[in-house]
């Protein structure tokens, strides 16, 4: 990794902003002492628990374009420490990102945990790689039945990467977590309605 996060997201106008709001003292430390060489065990299994992110990429026009990527649960695949990659299915065919990297390989996306409140940032440079020039990559990215056309391959080389705040993050929940909460309330209630119905046999048994 090149450079820390601060390094990259600190330009000299946001120094400067920082510098008139008090903060600057506080995040030059950081910049100091933040440095981080690659993913570690934390980050890979944050990642791979992911169904979705959020990418940024800048056109040529110089203004910004955000994507939300979804798949199944670890779509997105840790290749190494300093390494991330996932197929690009086909969608609604407009390729903005595709062809922003094209010109500017600058990215960075953001990975969200909104029951635990926490949000992963990574500053990365994207490769475009076409599945007919490398199978063994495909193989590695594979998401065996899901039932959607590839297109090609987006590999992120990792420049840096930082944890953010749970500030302003509101706890949300999918279906599936939804239901996993209530697993045990619901076999309570089972288990509930059958003493019941046994306790009615006996009864009924006793003549009462």
């Known amino acids: 990794m090149a450079k820390n996060f601060a390094e990259i997201a600190f330009t000299d106008s946001v120094k400067q902003i920082q510098e008139r709001l008090g903060s600057r003292a506080n995040y030059a430390r950081m910049e100091k002492n933040s440095f981080v060489e690659g993913l570690t065990e934390y980050e890979i299994d944050f990642i791979s628990q992911r169904d979705s992110f959020y990418m940024a990429s800048i056109g040529e026009n110089n203004f910004p374009y955000i994507q939300h990527r979804g798949g199944p649960k670890g779509f997105l695949k840790v290749l190494d420490p300093k390494r991330v990659g996932f197929i690009d299915f086909r969608g609604n065919m ?55 056309k590839p297109e090609r391959m987006m590999i992120l080389h990792i420049e840096a990467y930082d944890w953010n705040c749970p500030q302003h993050i509101t706890p949300r929940y999918t279906v599936e977590e939804i239901n996993s909460g209530f697993d045990s309330l619901r076999q309570y209630t089972l288990q509930l309605e059958k003493e019941i119905e046994e306790l009615k046999h006996k009864l009924k048994e006793q003549g009462l």
């Open 94 to 148: 407009q390729y903005i990102t595709v062809g922003n990297t094209v010109t500017n390989n600058n990215i960075a996306i953001i990975l969200m945990d909104y029951p635990a409140r926490t949000r992963l940032k990574i500053f990365a440079k994207a490769e475009i790689i076409e599945l007919k020039d490398s199978p063994e990559l495909f193989r590695l990215l594979d998401l065996n039945d899901y039932p959607f």
